[in-house]
């Protein structure tokens, strides 16, 4: 539109010189006596072509203007509404997480990055969003902004809501020191191996996360054992998070039932204990030599016995498979 009024801005101005030529035309013939009256009606018709020329490139600019105008008119209606849209999920943003004056300013970046890298069903959404990660990961800047999208996708790749989902990855977090970017990762490779077939994974990260920390896992070893035991047949990863949980209890306990377990596995019962109860690296490497001496036994019958003293029901329920 813009080099449209240029072109004819200057097509004016060429027909307003011609027009004043050809005035200074007649001017000049009618100055002269011996001009001809056939030279005055020729000067007459051009100046009537002129003027018909005129009045078309006007109507075209008028035309062209009146598009502009209409354009012009929506695109305002548009900003108009989307601004105070805007504010509304500015407002409530600040409202659900007490932010200062100084935070303002970034979380109306932070909403502006969401929405412009098209997250969100819309300003509001996003908005709720930002404000949802925030309360829970006190999160600022462009991490908030990384970790609000990494939620959003999520939610719109697997169905998890963001509350959930930012809960998940924020135990994951404060468990096993990883990045928030770290945790959604790991949420993500989850649910793609099938970890949520069950619609349990995230209530599992939340219930089972301090038990694989205590026990000595990582982020990534507590999510291999998941997926290992969902390809043995597990229905239910929340089982096989409470056979973590149910092993680490009867471990440190100190019963007789489990002395008697860690005595007919050929271990040092006191020994094991402590290691158990000391947790971490300590825990784990007990872990594994507990396990690999259940496992090497021959004899099923005694191995089922042991299982069932250091697994509880959770051994019933997977099998020596599952475990």
Known sequence: YQRELAATEQTLKNLEKQEKE?????????????????????AKKSIEKV??????????????????GTAVAGAGAYCLNFST?????????????????????????????????????????????VATVKQQMKLAGEELQTTTENA?????????????????AKMLMDQFGISSEGAFTLIAQGAQNGLDKNGDLLDTINEYSVHFKQAGFDAESM????????????????KLGDTVKEFFIRAKDGSDSTIGAFQK?????????????????SA???????NEALFNLNDTVKQNEIGVALYGTMWEDLGADGV
């Open 265 to 281: 596995l050929g271990l040092n019962a006191n020994k094991m204990t402590k290691k158990f109860a000391e947790g971490g690296t």
């Open 284 to 290: 784990y490497e007990a872990y594994q030599t507990v």
């Open 152 to 168: 959003l996708m999520l939610r719109d790749t697997f169905d998890f809501e963001v509350n959930e989902s930012t809960r998940a």
């Open 51 to 68: 003027g018909e020329d005129i009045e078309n490139v006007a109507e075209k600019a008028g035309k062209g203007l009146l598009a502009i």
């Open 22 to 42: 050809t005035a200074d035309a007649i001017e000049h013939a009618n100055d002269r006596v011996k001009a001809s009256a056939k030279e005055v009606e020729a």
């Open 223 to 238: 999510f291999n054992m998941l997926i290992n035991g969902t390809e043995s047949g597990t229905f239910s990863v929340d």
């Open 85 to 129: 849209d805007f504010d509304k999920a500015l407002n409530n943003v600040i409202t659900k997480t007490g932010a200062t004056a100084e935070e303002t300013a970034g979380l109306e970046e932070v909403m502006e990055g969401v929405y412009s890298n098209n997250f969100g069903e819309d300003i509001a959404d996003v908005g709720n969003s």
